[in-house]
């Protein structure tokens, strides 16, 4: 009896000695900091910290945080895409084409921040560093550009829908933008940084 009770304190006194889990604001910090680290001079760094600080993936490195941009970019390239695809009560011929030249261009938007996100995905240390980034690189900056050609497209357009479509794209633009500065971000690490698990 005095063993099974000398036992069963030791047991006790092992269980009470270990270390507790850390909670998970613990293990969240340092992708926090990475986040507010990367952000700090994006072209909108308020948005990309809310829009990566939300984003649900791990982040440990850059290249981390570059796919969480894109993966962010498409995200709400998509969901202007469907927005725009519901538009109805277009009345005047200028409107529905600026709409449909806008559903075109968001969607070729999002096909060019596809490739870029299969391309930083398979992004390899090494003699094909550069020409991938610069692949990288010039698909998010299609993006851009077809995103801003979108908004170019509702200028001299007078409509109820005007200021909602341009908002949305602006707001695509802001996200893509702050891509393309993750991108060029990961590009000056020249592969430095830990890009494969």
């Known amino acids: 009896m005095l063993q099974q009770l000398s036992s069963l304190s030791l047991l006790l006194f092992l269980l009470l000695s270990l270390p507790s889990p850390l909670p998970s604001s613990a293990t969240a910090k340092p992708q926090q900091d990475l986040v507010r680290s ?19 993936g791990p982040a440990s490195t850059p290249r981390d945080i570059a ?33 449909s030249d806008c559903v075109e261009q968001i969607s070729d938007s999002v096909d060019e921040l596809s490739k870029t996100l299969g391309e930083l995905k398979h992004l390899r240390v090494g003699k094909t560093f550069g020409w991938q980034m610069s692949n990288a690189q ?41 891509a393309l500065y993750m991108i060029n971000r990961l590009d000056e690490t020249r592969g430095r940084s830990k890009l494969n698990p």
Do not use: M, Q
């Not at 990367?38 to 649900?56: K, M, Q």
């Not at 894109?70 to 995200?75: G, L, N, P, T």
């Not at 908004?151 to 695509?172: P, T």
């Open 38 to 56: 990367s952000c700090v001079h994006a072209s909108y760094p308020n948005l990309c910290v809310r829009t990566l600080s939300s984003y649900g």
């Open 138 to 178: 010039t698909w998010a900056s299609a993006a851009l550009t077809d995103e801003d050609t979108c908004l170019d497209g509702f200028e001299d357009v007078e409509s109820r829908v005007k200021a909602d479509v341009k908002r949305k794209i602006r707001n695509l633009a802001k996200v893509t933008s702050n």
């Open 67 to 99: 796919l969480a941009a894109v993966k962010v970019s498409i995200a709400r390239g998509r969901r202007v895409s469907t927005y725009l695809a519901t538009l109805s009560g277009l009345r005047s011929k200028r409107e529905l084409a600026a709409v």
